[in-house]
Antibody, heavy 123, light 111 residues
Framework: EVQLLESGGGLVQPGGSLRLSCAAS????????MSWVRQAPGKGLEWVSA????????YYADSVKGRFTISRDNSKNTLYLQMNSLRAEDTAVYYC????????????????WGRGTLVTVSS | QSALTQPASVSGSPGQSITISCTGT?????????VSWYQQHPGKAPKLMIY???NRPSGVSNRFSGSKSGNTASLTISGLQAEDEADYYC???????????FGGGTKLTVL
């Protein structure tokens, strides 16, 4: 079955760190760029970060640049998001999303989404 | 404030057609054909409905169509059905340093 399954969310204090994981199955993981997209409670979608299929190129939204790091392990079919210096405004459901077209670089649309994992930043 | 502007809400009766607009700039919607649309039901993950302005993924009803004119993209849903009631988001690649921008979302109510 083609699916994405996020894990690693939870409650963390401001300034703390958290690492999210996304396990992929049912498709050739290394052939697709992957992204993280978040949604604050009751709010809209916000793209966070993307990584090329090989992992050699990474992309970040201005709001997380310098604090978050995206990576992937193609041998484990897993995507990661290391989140440091967390702020209250980072509180959101974080979705893992697969690029819609295979290729060396992102095509900037997402045809498969996970169920999401909730990150709450609060003291 | 979202980078792309969508109406907060639209409504229509079963069988009718509605259109949701998504207005950006020449740096995003107007400059690239990387506009996509997503449907999100409460508590669920988003679902891709349209990509690259007007392409429909396999499995998505042909009642859904997309278009673009200048800096404004549009999603049209014809033959409204009760299950179409959801939030809809547009998205575009942008030449700014943030790569991808979303609209604020439009809540569709089927009366």
């Amino acid at each position: 079955e083609v699916q994405l399954l996020e894990s690693g969310g939870g409650l963390v204090q401001p300034g703390g760190s958290l690492r999210l994981s996304c396990a992929a199955s049912g498709f050739t993981f290394s052939s697709y760029a992957m992204s993280w997209v978040r949604q604050a409670p009751g709010k809209g979608l916000e793209w966070v970060s993307a990584i090329s299929g090989s992992g050699g190129s990474t992309y970040y939204a201005d709001s997380v640049k310098g604090r978050f790091t995206i990576s992937r392990d193609n041998s484990k079919n897993t995507l990661y998001l290391q989140m440091n210096s967390l702020r209250a405004e980072d509180t959101a459901v974080y979705y893992c999303a697969k690029d819609g077209t295979s290729g060396s670089y992102p095509y900037w649309y997402f045809d498969l989404w996970g169920r999401g994992t909730l990150v709450t930043v609060s003291s | 404030q979202s980078a792309l502007t969508q109406p907060a809400s639209v409504s229509g009766s079963p069988g009718q057609s509605i259109t949701i607009s998504c207005t950006g700039t020449s740096s995003d919607v107007g400059g690239y054909n990387y506009v996509s649309w997503y449907q999100q039901h409460p508590g669920k993950a988003p679902k891709l409905m349209i990509y690259e302005v007007s392409n429909r993924p396999s499995g998505v009803s042909n009642r859904f169509s997309g278009s673009k004119s200048g800096n404004t993209a549009s999603l049209t849903i014809s033959g409204l059905q009760a299950e179409d009631e959801a939030d809809y988001y547009c998205s575009s690649y942008t030449s700014s340093s943030t790569y991808v921008v979303f609209g604020g979302g439009t809540k569709l109510t089927v009366l």
